[in-house]
């Protein structure tokens, strides 16, 4: 399964959870969860353990020299980051829906020449998710 796929199946019932990977409550005794954040979601996907998503996806873990946050004005998204790093920025800073996330996720599988869920090396493409400047015409 792709990363962009997993981000949009994994969350089905649960809220969508900020600057926590998982979030828990106690129900009738138990630890339930109840919500998630974008990456939260792709491992609940995978059926993995919090926090796996590295080993799925060795892809978005390598660090990407022209990666940045696709907000315009945004200052915070630094460049040379890797695809995990812009997903929890986008997830936590700008709140972004697990579908905005997923769709963004898909353009950087094209860039990337990502076919399937695993790729087994950080074999990646110059991606370039430039922004647009707000004066551009
Ligand atoms: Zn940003």
């Known amino acids: 399964m792709r990363l962009s796929e997993a981000i949009r199946a994994g969350h089905k019932g649960l809220r969508q959870s900020y600057t926590e990977y998982e979030r828990t409550r106690v129900r009738d005794g138990r630890i339930v969860t109840v919500g998630v954040c974008a990456l939260g979601s792709a491992n609940r996907a995978m059926n993995r353990a ?6 799925i996806w060795p892809w978005a873990d390598t660090h990407q020299e022209n990666l940045q946050c696709a907000v315009e004005g945004c200052t ?3 460049r040379g980051v890797t695809v995990f790093d812009l997903i929890v920025h986008l997830n936590d800073e700008h709140h972004w ?16 020449g990502v076919e399937q869920g695993a790729l087994s090396s950080g074999d990646t493409k110059t991606p370039a998710r430039a922004k647009v400047p707000a004066d551009a015409s």
């Open 50 to 55: 919090m926090a796996s998503e590295n080993k």
């Open 76 to 78: 915070d998204g630094a």
């Open 97 to 112: 829906t697990f579908d905005q996330i997923a769709d963004e996720v898909q353009v950087l599988e094209a860039i990337n």
